[in-house]
């Protein structure tokens, strides 16, 4: 059985806590669209039927190697930001003395990216649990069922759940002074294998394991057997090498190879008698093999079966080489995009031309992120796999989505009802950050570039702007679809905004024509001058929402319920002309006589 995973570095699409720049109307400053880069990197797995001699070596190499793995890690944790170069060549040549040095740097880059990783990861903690005590802290400012004018910050519903904010409140504070003390220490807390499954030790019970099954499982999530590749080597790796053949060689560090002496060679390199197939992408694994490139593998055991998997980078640029930026994003737009919006039960996608106009009818695209992770990944690679089909059949150079991250707090997810809790359940299920890596990467190898954007407003822009305008008798433009198109155009560089349409012009007085700038032409002593009455494109409304009456029962039912101050209009920056322009009109005094 082989499985296969397109898969790129995650450092471009890495969280950073970047402060919210908002316009004067109050609205977020949009950041600028960028291309995602692609390495090419491409990891490929396959399992090993191993022979009971094969899986006691393996075994046993695992073994040991994992106690050096979280000795290691356990010094690197403890020197924290004080760590130097000469601590980093003092662990490593303590790592050499009882294994290789290929072994000792490989375990000692990896314990230094998981430190860093855990760094990088605490301070998003920190920084998500202030924006929720800002959130709270503010909204507790207003009073019950309230809305302050201003800010338009809405006040909590009732006075239960006032007071479980004000306890949860508390409780974040006490957490974010835990967390900032660590962050000021340079503390990080690692657990190889993971904390939930180290807690569950203590509730086996309610887990329904026994400590047979347990110690199995806890094993196999911080055993990792890791060899990195170097270019220019025999097959591309010296410590695990594998033939062109499917032949698997391990080099054992001394203290393994004695106990296995007499199956080893007197380098102390021990040959399994399983071999290796990859059914998926073994031609380019095969010619990373045979031209001696660097290729790194893992051998990992997962419920009783062993995997390897094999990581290499094809060096194959989807746009040209030697162009500064703004040269790479206008070739990925040249020949038109594809934008994308991501949704917890479908993907909508619309194909928009060089100048940002929908071509045809959107695509939709099923997907079900529930049941176990191994479903939910064959559902992100089945739908990658669509939207790269349809940019294909499309003729489209690009792809666009939206950089969603959710690093939001909870607090901005709704009330502690029910509605709130199932929106929060909803965005938890959706992997985000696994379908950008595999997008990019799978894009990439279709010679399709990937242009990530802001996500705010593309909804309620997309709904207010070209719902109604694409909608037909025969197909009705959902707002997902309309998004697509706010997104798409958001690539291009683009305002969310549609072109005004021209009005037509119509008869005043002589008198109002006056007031109005003067006359531009009179017949039988009447002028006709310019139409002033906004268009429904020009109407101020608040974002993502059409215009409301209160002569409709649900508006007025809706107005009673939130009594919040209108919304002003978007920035200047995503419109087509400025806010003075957009006068209101009113009905002229009938002339009586002439």
Request: hydrophobic residues 40%.
């Amino acid at each position: 059985m082989n499985h296969s995973t397109d898969s790129d570095s995650t450092d471009w699409w890495g969280w950073v806590p970047v402060a919210v720049v908002r316009s004067v109307s109050g609205l977020r400053m949009l950041a600028p669209p960028r291309l995602a880069d692609s390495s090419g990197a491409l990891t490929v797995r396959t399992r090993l039927h191993l022979s009971p001699r094969d899986a006691e070596v393996l075994l046993e190499l695992g073994g040991f190697l994992t106690h050096l793995a979280a000795r290691d890690l356990a010094e690197r944790v403890r020197l924290g930001e004080e760590h130097t170069r000469e601590d980093f060549a003092r662990r490593k040549r303590a790592l050499t003395a009882v294994t290789s040095s290929r072994w000792a740097g490989t375990i000692t880059r990896g314990n230094n990216e998981q430190w860093a990783l855990a760094r990088r990861t605490q301070a998003a903690h920190l920084a998500q649990l202030h924006a929720a005590i800002a959130t709270l802290r503010s909204r507790l400012a207003v009073p019950i069922a309230a809305c302050e004018v201003i800010s338009r910050t809405l006040g909590y519903p009732s006075a239960g759940v006032r007071a479980s904010k004000q306890r949860r409140l508390a409780k974040l504070e006490a957490v974010a002074a835990s967390v900032g003390a660590d962050a000021l220490a340079g503390r990080v807390h690692v657990v190889r294998g993971g904390r939930a499954l180290l807690h569950t030790r203590l509730h086996l019970e309610q887990a329904g394991m026994v400590v047979q099954e347990w110690e199995r499982r806890w094993f196999e999530a911080r055993c990792r057997i890791e060899a990195d590749g170097e270019s220019g080597k025999r097959h591309g790796n010296e410590t695990i090498s594998i033939t062109p053949g499917g032949t698997v060689t391990v080099k054992l560090p001394p203290a393994v190879a004695s106990r296995f002496a007499a199956h080893c060679d007197r380098r102390g390199r021990y040959t399994l008698e399983a071999s290796c197939s990859f059914s998926f992408r073994s031609i380019e694994w095969r010619g990373q093999v045979e031209a001696n490139r660097a290729v790194s593998y893992t051998i990992r055991f997962k419920e009783g079966r062993c995997y390897l998997s094999a990581a290499f980078t094809s060096p194959r640029p989807v746009l040209p080489e030697g162009m500064d930026d703004e040269q790479l994003m206008g070739a990925a737009r040249a020949g038109g995009i594809l934008g994308v919006d991501h949704n917890a039960d479908h993907l909508a996608a619309w194909r928009l031309d060089a100048h940002g106009n929908p071509v045809g009818r959107p695509e939709r695209i099923e997907v079900d992120y529930r049941g176990s992770s191994a479903r939910r990944d064959a559902q992100v690679r089945l739908a990658c796999s669509e939207l790269i089909r349809c940019a294909k059949a499309a003729g489209a150079t690009a792809l666009v989505i939206e950089d969603l991250g959710f690093d939001t707090s909870r607090e901005a997810c709704g009330w502690a009802g029910a509605s709130g809790r199932a929106f929060r359940k909803m965005v938890a299920g959706m992997p985000t950050a696994k379908f950008a890596v595999r997008l990019v990467a799978m894009a990439h190898r279709a010679n399709l570039a990937v242009i990530v954007v802001d996500p705010a407003y593309s909804s309620r822009w997309g709904a207010a702007y070209w719902q109604r305008a694409t909608s037909t008798a025969a197909h009705k433009t959902s707002r997902h679809d309309a998004a697509a198109i706010v997104i798409g155009r958001r690539g291009q560089g683009l305002g969310a905004r549609r072109r005004a349409e021209k009005t037509v012009p119509r008869k005043t007085t002589e008198a109002t024509a006056t007031r109005k700038g003067g006359p531009r032409a009179t017949t039988r002593g009447r002028v006709v001058t310019e139409d002033h009455r906004p268009t429904a494109a020009q109407t101020p409304t608040r974002p993502g929402r059409a215009p409301r009456t209160r002569a409709c029962p649900e508006d007025r039912a809706h107005d009673a319920r939130h009594r919040r101050p209108q919304a002003t209009v978007q920035p200047a920056e995503d419109r087509s002309r400025q806010a003075t322009e957009v006068q209101s009109w009113t009905q002229d005094a009938l002339q009586l006589s002439e």
